[in-house]
């Protein structure tokens, strides 16, 4: 079974710009979670969707971010414009159930952001 | 949001040894969750843990949830070079599915 898919694995940009990540969660899971993980900071919860629909968004840092589920197979995180302190790994994750106690969460293999 | 802290964050030990990774809370989680991440890749769950005082064995891992549910460790027995990675805790909120993580804790096993 193919996992969570995220893409790009690694992307390099300049300051100021727009910078989409996008993430493909298992079939059949709905619900799905965007981590951010620095070395500063650990592993970070960012926001996550129920039935596409956005459950918890309070860990967005700022405006700048967005993020958006427009069906059940796909997801995608925006930062515009983006910034040096942005640079982190952002992993997109998903599970079947949702407050189900001991749901099992499956992460990709993150997107490597640098801001330079 | 409900903070969970590990201990230690750093630990190198030599091929053979017994270890113990902490993780505390001062809340009550409905569910307690340890991963494990190796470089390059995500977390990966290792075990969940639901009821209170619950001990649960993955070969010469063992990995026990608190009373109060508030706490879990994870005892490594006679480590190998290949337990080497970072090992997060995760614990589940009462509320629904937000899964808040430790800072993790970095386990390097000599040879």
């Known amino acids: 079974d193919a996992g969570v898919i995220q893409s790009p694995r690694h992307e390099v940009t300049e300051m100021g710009q727009e910078v989409t990540l996008r993430c493909k969660p298992i079939?059949?899971?709905?619900?799905l979670f965007w981590y951010r993980q620095t070395m500063m900071r650990g592993l970070e919860l960012l926001i996550y969707f129920n039935n596409n629909v956005p459950i918890d968004d309070s860990g967005m840092p700022e405006d700048r971010f967005s993020a958006k589920m427009p069906n059940a197979s796909f997801s995608t995180l925006k930062i515009q414009p983006s910034e040096p302190r942005d640079s982190a790994v952002y992993f997109c994750?998903?599970?079947?159930?949702?407050?189900?106690?001991?749901?099992?969460?499956?992460f990709g293999e993150g997107s490597w952001l640098t801001v330079v | 949001t409900q903070l969970l802290e590990q201990s230690p964050q750093f630990l190198s030990i030599q091929e053979g040894e017994n270890l113990t990774v902490y993780c505390n809370s001062s809340?009550?989680?409905?569910?307690l969750q340890w991963y494990r991440q190796e470089p390059g890749e995500g977390p990966v769950l290792l075990v969940t843990v639901v009821t209170g005082g619950e001990v649960k064995k993955l070969k010469r891992l063992t990995f026990q949830f608190g009373d109060a549910r508030k706490d879990s460790s994870l005892h490594i027995t006679a480590a190998q070079p290949g337990d080497t990675g970072l090992y997060l805790c995760a614990g589940q909120e009462t509320s629904g599915s937000r899964l808040t993580f430790g800072e993790g804790t970095q386990l390097t096993v000599n040879p």
């Open positions: 994750a998903s599970s079947l159930a949702h407050g189900y106690s001991g749901n099992t969460i499956y």
């Open positions: 809340s009550v989680f409905s569910s």
């Open positions: 079939s059949g899971h709905n619900s």
